[in-house]
Each structure stands twice: as C-alpha cells, then as structure tokens.
C-alpha cells in the first residue's frame, strides 16, 4: 500500500511492479529502507530526468529484495560523494546490499 500511494503522488506518471513472493514479510527494517530508496529514486527521477514515465520494480531474487527504478528521461546520472545516489549506496551497503546505477546519456 505505501508503494503504491508513492507512485500515485509522483509529479511523473509511474507504473508499479511488485513480485515479492516469500519475503512479503519483510523485517521493518528492510522494508522501511526499500520504501525510503524508491521515494528517493522516483524524485531523484522526476528532478533530473525530463522523464515522461517511471517504473518501480520491487521484487524478489535469491531470498534478496530488489528494488528498481527505471524512467525513459535523458540519462547521465551519476554518483557523487556526499550527493543523493552516493547517499543511498550507503544505505543500502548499510542493509548488505548492492547499488547500482545504470544512466546512459540519451
């Protein structure tokens, strides 16, 4: 319900994905946090991108939680010491996660 309340709040349409299986049970924690990288991401999107739609993906891979946030903006993000994305590689390190960006221009 939080997911889907933040997609409908996004000034950029965005379609929501979710597959979670087993793990809908998330520890508060883990939950909290993926909700906090996925608001974080879909701003970060509606800020910078130019995009005209977002998709959140949250789903599940090898018992571990994946959340993904595409758009079909202009690309070129990329991360910066002490800025938005290096922030959220750091909180999601603090989980036991990896962070990934893929942001090509165009």
């Known amino acids: 319900a ?4 933040l997609a409908t709040r996004s000034s950029i ?3 929501l994905k979710t597959e979670l299986g ?3 049970n998330l520890p ?3 939950a909290r946090n993926a909700y906090f990288v996925a608001s974080e ?6 800020k910078h991108s130019q995009a005209t739609a977002i998709t959140l993906s949250v789903t599940t891979a090898d018992d571990a939680l994946v ?4 758009d ?10 002490g800025h938005g994305l290096a922030w959220l590689r750091d909180r999601a390190a603090g989980m ?5 960006i893929s942001s090509p221009d165009g």
């Open 2 to 5: 939080a997911l889907e309340s």
């Open 13 to 15: 349409p965005v379609t």
């Open 22 to 24: 087993a793990t809908a």
């Open 28 to 30: 508060d924690e883990v």
């Open 41 to 46: 991401l879909i701003a970060n999107a509606a």
């Open 67 to 70: 959340v993904a946030v595409t």
């Open 72 to 81: 079909d903006g202009v690309g070129g993000a990329v991360e910066s010491v």
């Open 96 to 100: 036991g996660g990896p962070f990934e």
